[in-house]
């Protein structure tokens, strides 16, 4: 390939007869500082004016950092109210790190040498010579170290050195458990209460106002909370209770899953996991706000607009003997995004 | 100046120096590379920009971790910030509340850390910018193009991992993001999930585990790289723009020391500087009023970093594709936009060079940079592809779009959809027909100079406009570079008369060659140029005649109009 590559480039500017490049550099010019020694005391007197601040900025800092209490605010316009340790120590630090810098660069700027200077590039490439050495230094350890002669060595070799990752394989085994079937259940279970996520109290059909929407969570979510000390059950069991006339709705994800016109549906998005917010009570659309998928609840939770292919999980409820909202029992399907066993 | 200073300074510092050179021959090194030359140019400064940042980001980045507490475990918050109080929230998040409120300067070094990681990023995409229109990227400098594509990338996952540490609202719900596309991964989410979460998500692994990636892991790789990086520029020294005196063959530019050393030194402290005074009057990432992560909020309006916006975006503007079949789901609605889309342009960004190396077929070393016009091809594949992640971001933006200018967020949706695969052929289409425009706009001037915007009047009462020879400087520039023609791989017979097998990728190479090639303006040639001259030459001879003369001579159906080049 290299072969043919030569000739099918044009006018290769080193070749160019009319080489624009060849004349050399432009002439260089003086500056003011070069020629007038009045300019160029200046000049001193500037970079070290900025060296200055620099040196006497963080004495500045120190003042501010032991006498600005960390908790006052100060306005200051076009900001707003902001932290007067932050907003000071900033100033100061910043600007004398600036002026460091600013000196130095004014420096070479103004007095050190502007001639700009040439300097040869060489060849990268190893000439013939060197690289036929290398190559016959190389050939000549593979020779002396056997590796071409011993035939068992060179391949228990390969087969060992292939071998040895693998102890990383059992060691990162125990980063997690398998899934399993954890993410298709969740906390939800016939005849749990379904409380407000705010004031953890349970909640009766008339709590729900029209066109209202009320952001749930099971009732045992606190006692595993505190078992688990984590949030796992947290991210799936979020619902939301929304309540429509029974007219409204159009359709649901199983027969007498409402409770009186009120339905339970997931609040975790099915695209990739947020908790959706905004309800929209005309059109009793869900809106997810990381990606604006949209769940038409008052059609069985099916999506109508953005980037989320599933219908949002249902939840059947009713209510208990004491008039509370209950589950019927947990989703019939996985909350959350798609994954791969889902099916 | 020229008497050597023989202060008590200078004299500890030739001690230290001779100490150092009788153990490690530190004289051997200096003596070669003090004087190295280094080209001038305000693009070349983009990259150190990045390189300083990211000295930046490990100053105050150790700082910071002086204080945070990388845990999940939860606990009700009891510090200087009123409005939190009681609520249960994890160390790490409770960590960076006291980092912000009761370390003094803490907030600083927060605001710093994170001003810098956003410079970082954005240095190095406008630097990759400046490498791909120049084509510096061109042989000898096409591992130095992947380490900088490595590092893009590995800056991304940095910034990303950087941000989801405090554990506050708005990063952990970008984990929830971050956890449902690996879900979506075909065949291992579920394992991959729930290996990096240490089980199911948010679970009380991760923080620590992403904590020590942030700071040793990828950091360090980082370092190494960008150790090569530079150790690159140094031994293949820095391309240069074209100009009087600049060849492939030299570096035309200032001394590492002490000009370099001054300049670039200073220019360390500016960024610095830059970035502690924006952190100074620019709040960033106010943690404390997103409140503590929890799965069960969201805040609307909630936006990621810039560089993770066009991720973004590619999320929200994907339909909502998903198959279902034999018992498995393929989210493709996921996986097209986070996995397939940013694998395809880092792969095609990191393949470029060799693609166009090989449509060119040139082999040889390049020091002297392009100008973009002059690889119209190039150029235009470049604009193409910054207007689809232009597209992309806004299209991560699309609900402030709509709630700012009261627009519907599906009509917005929608039309950034059908835009992002008509705009970029727009773009490359005017971007292709524009550098070809202005590369006949430099041979124009080549051959006819350059409208001085004189109007004569001539004795016969026709108007002209001078046109005057461009400058030396000027005409090096125009002259530069090389013009390519397609690959012509036509098979020629062998002594004995017989065509050699064709090479099996030769017709799809003829054809990437003159996708690039096949349309361009030659620069002028020698003749041409001779030509041009001795024309001009006579033009203004005969204007001559006509001044003095007063009348027309025979020539003068020559004489120029605007219209006439």
Known sequence: ?343 | MSTPQTGPIVKAGGAAADYVDERVGVSKFLKKNLTKVFPDHWSFMLGEIALYSFIVLLLSGTFLSLFFKPSMTEAPYHGSYIPLNGIPMSEAYASTINISFDIRGGLLMRQVHHWAALLFLAAITVHLLRVFFTGAFRKPREMNWLIGNGLLTLGILEGFAGYSLPDDLLSGTGLRIADGIVQGIPVVGTYASFMIFGGEFPGTDFIPRLYIVHVLLIPGIILGLITAHLMLVWYQKHTQFPGPGRTEGNVVGYPLFPVYTAKAGGFFFVVFGITVLLSAVASINPVWLFGPYTPTEITAGSQPDWYMGWLDGALRLMPNVEINAWGHTLSLNVLVPSVIIPGILFTAMALYPFLEQWATGDKREHHLLDRPRNMPTRTAIGTMSLSFYILLWIGGDNDIIATHFDMSINAITWTLRVMVFVVPPLVFVITKRFCLSLQRRDRDKLLHGYETGTIMRMPSGEYIEVHAPVSAEERAKLLAGHTYRPLELDREPDENGVLPKRKPLDAARARLSAFYYAERIEKPTPEELHEAEHHAHELEESYLAQIEGGSAPAGSEHAPTRSEH
Not at chain 1, 18 to 26: D, I, M, R, T, V
Not at chain 1, 123 to 149: I, K, M, P, W, Y
């Open chain 1, 1 to 343: 390939m290299s072969s043919d590559s030569h000739d099918l480039v044009s006018a290769d500017d080193a070749a160019h007869p009319e080489n624009p490049l060849a004349p050399g550099l432009p002439e260089h010019k003086l500056r003011r500082t070069d020629i007038d020694p009045r300019a160029a005391k200046r000049a001193e007197r500037q970079v070290s004016l900025l060296f200055v601040i620099g040196a006497l900025t963080p004495i500045i800092f120190f003042f501010e950092y032991v006498y600005i209490p960390s908790d006052k605010l100060i306005h200051v316009p076009l900001i707003g109210d902001t932290s007067a340790s932050n907003f000071f120590l900033g100033l100061t630090m910043g600007i004398g790190l600036f002026c460091v810098g600013a000196g130095a660069i004014h420096w070479a700027k103004k007095l050190m040498p502007d001639v700009e200077e040439v300097s040869e590039r060489h060849q990268l490439r190893g000439t013939d010579a060197e690289r036929e050495e290398a190559v016959s230094q190389f050939n000549a350890g593979v020779e002396s170290s056997g590796f071409g002669q011993y035939k068992m060595i060179r391949r228990t070799l390969i087969g060992a050195l292939a071998a040895t990752p693998l102890f990383a394989v059992p060691l990162l085994k125990d980063l997690g458990p398998l899934p399993g079937n954890k993410l298709r259940y969740t906390l939800w279970a016939p005849g749990v209460r379904i409380v407000s996520d705010v004031s953890l109290n349970p909640i009766k059909p008339e709590d729900i106002p029209f066109g209202g929407l009320v952001s749930c969570v099971p009732e045992n979510l606190a006692a595993v909370e505190a078992a688990t000390g984590n949030l796992n059950a947290r991210a799936k069991v979020p619902v939301v209770l929304v309540r429509m006339r029974p007219e409204e709705i159009r359709a649901q994800q199983g027969k007498n899953w409402d409770y009186q016109g009120i339905l339970c549906y997931s609040k975790i998005c099915t695209h990739v996991g947020c908790p959706t917010a905004l309800y929209d009570r005309k059109s009793h659309h869900l809106l997810c706000p990381c990606h604006q998928s949209t769940f038409d609840l008052s059609d069985a939770g099916h999506v109508v607009f953005g980037p989320a292919a599933r219908s949002m999980p249902q939840l059947a409820i009713t209510v208990n003997a004491d008039g509370y909202l209950v589950a019927q029992h947990d989703f019939t399907q996985p909350v959350g995004p798609s994954f791969w066993e889902r099916g």
